[in-house]
């Protein structure tokens, strides 16, 4: 029982940063494995971060490794993807999601998720 609804996105010049957040409508959002995915036009989906429930590990996808940085809040509901040295590979519409049903590990082997945000646009200019 998890709804999702990211913000934060937007446009930005090479080099800049972005946080975007995922905000869940449901306090049982600590009961969840949430990552971040993105999608750029003619792409398939891929993963790019991930956060167990309690924020204790993390995975990333090796593009943004050392960039990127997942953080959640579950006082607060909420996840955060704090992106630094932003390329204009990172362009694409970004998703927030949530399963409680897996693992870190799969979530970035599969790149699937039970519960998904809307997306938000992030768009990178040279």
């Known amino acids: 029982q998890v709804q999702l609804v990211e913000s934060g996105g937007g446009l930005v010049q090479a080099g800049g940063s972005l946080r975007l957040s995922c905000a869940a409508s449901?306090?049982?959002?600590?009961?969840?494995?949430s990552g971040w995915f993105r999608q750029a036009p003619g792409k398939e989906r891929e993963f790019v971060a991930a956060?167990?429930?309690?924020?204790?590990?993390?995975a990333y996808a090796e593009s943004v490794k050392g960039r990127f940085t997942i953080s959640r809040d579950n006082a607060k509901n909420t996840m955060y993807l704090q992106m630094n040295n932003l390329i204009p590979g990172d362009t694409a519409t970004y998703s927030c999601?949530?399963?409680?049903?897996?693992?870190?590990?799969?979530?970035?082997?599969?790149?699937?998720?039970?519960?998904w945000g809307q997306g938000n646009q992030v768009t990178v200019s040279s």
């Open positions: 999601a949530a399963d409680p049903t897996t693992t870190i590990t799969a979530m970035r082997v599969h790149a699937r998720s039970h519960y």
């Open positions: 449901v306090r049982t959002f600590s009961s969840a494995v």
């Open positions: 956060i167990t429930r309690s924020g204790g590990a993390t």
